[in-house]
């Protein structure tokens, strides 16, 4: 089983920062894309930040610039470093990972989210 455990969300002024971390754990083989996406009330799920697994990154026209995505193998973590943040930019974020287990099988998993609160 593979469990995705989001952190370093909370509430923070326009123009600030934030790091969010996402921790794989679990019969992990191997760790391929790994993807951010962002939900706020109302609207749909959205990509921000994708890293596959030789660190090639691209990002949503509204994250370009501002925000950085990064990742520790060893550490089985993905990152998202966010700088000049918006009240746009609140919603749940939600790590998700293209992972292959013991056995070989590649499956898609998400963690539980993590709210991220931009005040103007």
């Known amino acids: 089983q593979v469990q995705l455990v989001e952190s370093g969300g909370g509430l923070v002024q326009a123009g600030g920062s934030l790091r969010l971390s996402c921790a794989a754990s679990?019969?992990?083989?191997?760790?391929?894309?790994m993807v951010w996406y962002r939900q706020a009330p109302g609207k749909q799920r959205e990509l921000v930040a994708r890293i596959s697994a030789n660190g090639r990154t691209s990002y949503a026209g509204s994250a370009k610039g501002r925000f950085t995505v990064s990742r520790e193998d060893a550490k089985n973590t993905v990152y998202l470093q966010m700088t000049n943040l918006e009240p746009d930019d609140t919603a749940v974020y939600l790590c998700?990972?293209?992972?292959?287990?013991?056995?070989?099988?590649?499956?898609?998993?998400w963690g539980q989210g993590t709210q991220v609160t931009v005040s103007s």
């Open positions: 679990g019969s992990i083989l191997t760790l391929d894309d």
């Open positions: 998700n990972a293209i992972i292959s287990t013991n056995g070989g099988v590649w499956s898609h998993y």
